[in-house]
């Protein structure tokens, strides 16, 4: 499969068929504690941190 057309339904049936059931509630659970921190704590220098954090873990956002 490339790049150019793997989508994101491909990418989660991959993770469905490849993450064990602990895997994928660790990976949900790690997402839920970074989008409450993005959300809830709105201090400028934590926010910054955690939106380079994402964008340094691969996460595109704008």
Do not use: I, K, Y
């Not at 989508?7 to 068929?17: G, K, L, S, Y």
């Not at 064990?20 to 941190?49: E, I, M, N």
């Amino acid at each position: 499969m490339s790049a150019t057309n793997d989508t994101v339904h491909d990418r989660f049936e991959r993770a469905r068929t490849e993450l064990s059931p602990v895997q994928a509630a660790a990976a949900v659970a790690l997402a839920a504690s970074l989008g409450f921190a993005l959300l809830f704590v709105q201090d400028p220098l934590f926010h910054d941190a955690m939106h380079n954090f994402r964008h340094a873990a691969g996460v595109t956002c704008h």
